[in-house]
């Protein structure tokens, strides 16, 4: 991307949250919503990203680790001095430098909207690029003013607009690209002269206005991914868009979900065609799950699983970090944890991989054609040898691994006699 730079304003308590935690880390699935905005921005292969901290800085710091550069505002005094943080940093101070603008609280902002903003600023040689939205309800959004030729002049902050401002639906979203040396010598002119006595980065358009600069906008047409997340209701109503965004794409790539409304797939979850999801199925980040497969209902996939073709997962089942092989059946009521399932396995219903033992978490290997009886408990580490059968309610201990073709009753379990299948 051309000498371009991100900066993500995660600076705020959020107090509406009423919380010990700094807003923009709660979780919207499986990540916080700093996350999924760094995650987005990340995706446009941008040069630095800064994130700008200030309540309860060292969690916010903890979090992003590696992923981007934090530097905290000591004190909150708005949004144009939290960007005012970076104008010492060496990447931000050569010719031709832009850098994108973002809140950390905005998790539903999809990078080829940005990618959108990105593309009109540098076509049209802009001095600063921002989206916009137009609202039947603008409230508590910054309304966009434009003089009798159309060029906008200046963004109205809610609590500083007058009753016929806040009449105004096209509205400011808060995603801008700026030219940098353009930014930071607007920034010097802001005076904090609102009921908040903030600096507003918004008021930096009046002053690229009254110079004369060039001003662009790009329009999202989807008001969902705007929305900045305020509360734990709004959190819980950003959550429901991100399921149901999710769901779509699910289904348009040839997978049937029985009941959408039951059904919740996060992120990084890639299913094969003609598998079908039943009601109330949870299905977490980084799962593969392959062709022609049912899954549910009642049954929750945990991160790390790997399901190969032709499964069935039903009722009441939780696998986690486990490889299920082709036409394996688990079909009722059953746990299974850090295991390597074969072709062709049965396991009954009411067996549990028993794989934490207080202190470690083990393996268990079930290997192809294996067929587990009702009520068994397998201790791990141990493995269950091809076409072996186990009797219902047996125990399994740790290290006794059954060998193939056997089988094996009782508790602990002991071997009965080989068996021919």
């Known amino acids: 991307m051309k000498n371009l730079s991100a900066v993500i304003l995660a600076a705020g308590e959020g107090t509406r949250m009423s919380s010990d935690y700094p807003k923009i880390l709660h979780k919207l699935g499986s990540k916080p919503m700093l996350g999924h905005v760094l995650e987005t921005v990340n995706c446009l292969e941008i040069r630095n990203i800064f994130v700008i901290t200030g309540y309860k800085s060292e969690l916010v710091e903890k979090y992003v680790g590696d992923k981007a550069k934090c530097i905290q505002q000591k004190k ?158 709004g959190m819980a109503n950003a959550y429901e868009v991100l399921r149901l965004r999710i769901i779509k794409q699910t289904i348009a790539a040839g997978v049937t979900v029985l009941d959408p409304k039951t059904t919740f797939i996060d992120e990084k979850v890639n299913i094969g065609k003609d598998t079908v999801i039943y009601p109330f199925t949870i299905i977490e980040r980084n799962v593969d799950i392959g062709k022609n497969c049912e899954i549910g209902p009642f049954c929750r996939i945990r991160s790390g699983c790997r399901i190969a073709d032709d499964v069935s997962i039903g009722n009441f089942v939780e696998i986690n970090r486990t490889q299920v092989g082709k036409k394996t059946r688990l079909k009722h009521q059953t746990y299974i944890g850090d295991t390597i399932i074969g072709e062709g396995v049965n396991i009954g219903a009411g067996t549990i991989v028993a794989n934490f033992d207080g202190k470690n978490k083990h393996q268990t290997i079930i290997e192809s054609r294996a067929f587990i009886g009702t009520g068994t408990i397998l201790v791990a580490p141990v493995k269950i040898g091809k076409s072996a059968i186990t009797g219902a309610g047996s125990v399994v201990t740790k290290n006794k691994d059954v060998p193939d073709r056997t089988i094996v009753v009782g508790v602990p379990a002991k071997i009965l006699r080989k068996n021919k299948g």
Do not use: M
């Open 76 to 233: 909150l005094l708005g949004t144009a001095d939290a960007v005012w943080q970076i104008k010492d940093e060496p990447s931000l101070n050569k010719k031709d430098t832009h850098l994108l603008v973002i809140y950390g609280d905005t998790p539903l902002i999809t990078n080829s909207t940005l990618e959108r903003l990105i593309k009109k600023h540098f076509d049209d040689n802009a001095d600063c690029t921002f989206l916009t939205a137009k609202l039947k309800d603008p409230t508590s959004y910054g309304r966009i003013l434009r003089n009798e030729s159309g060029r906008i002049v200046k963004i109205v902050e809610e609590q500083e607009a007058d009753v016929f401002q806040k009449a105004i639906e096209e509205v400011n979203v808060g995603v801008y690209v700026f030219k940098v040396n353009v930014l930071f010598e607007s920034i010097k002119l802001i005076k904090p002269e609102n009921k908040k006595k903030e600096y507003y980065l918004t008021d930096a358009i009046e002053t690229l206005h009254k110079k004369g600069l060039k001003i662009a906008f790009v329009e999202t047409q989807d008001y969902n991914e705007i929305v900045g997340v305020n509360s734990r209701i």
